[in-house]
């Protein structure tokens, strides 16, 4: 397991088992990028970044604390290629008090689907 700072980087074993134990899966992606990819079974479709890297992080909170309801409990940050989430995963941890964020290595493209992983629509 790797670790970019104040959260960690799961491998794509490492992420599956972690969804088994039932940890709160938050695909930040574009709409776009969610039909056109899909998703990970499971995940909450919480977007952050928009297409010009801009954030309405107040916006993003409101969704995001109605999945993670307080500052303990784990969840896995996704994104395509795992370079939004390091970006999110290092605001929740350092900035904002959360103690147990996690990202999936190589985002939904590297990480789950070119593993040969399916998802859903």
Not at 43 to 62: A, Y
Not at 80 to 107: F, I, P, S
Request: hydrophobic share 35%; aromatic share 14%.
């Amino acid at each position: 397991m790797l670790n970019f700072g104040p959260f960690k980087s799961l491998s794509t074993r490492e992420f599956k088992q972690k969804k088994e134990e039932g940890y709160a899966i938050i695909d930040i992606r574009r709409a776009e990028e969610w039909e056109y990819y899909g998703i990970i079974e499971g995940s909450h479709k919480i977007t952050f970044f928009d297409e010009f890297g801009e954030f309405d992080l107040e916006s993003f909170m409101e969704a995001f604390t109605k999945v993670v309801t307080d500052k303990e409990q784990p969840f896995i940050l996704v994104c395509a290629h795992a370079n939004r989430t390091k970006t999110l995963g290092e605001l929740m941890g350092a900035q904002l008090g959360y103690k147990n964020v996690y990202e999936l290595d190589g985002g939904i493209n590297w990480g789950w689907i070119d593993q040969g992983l399916e998802t859903v629509r």
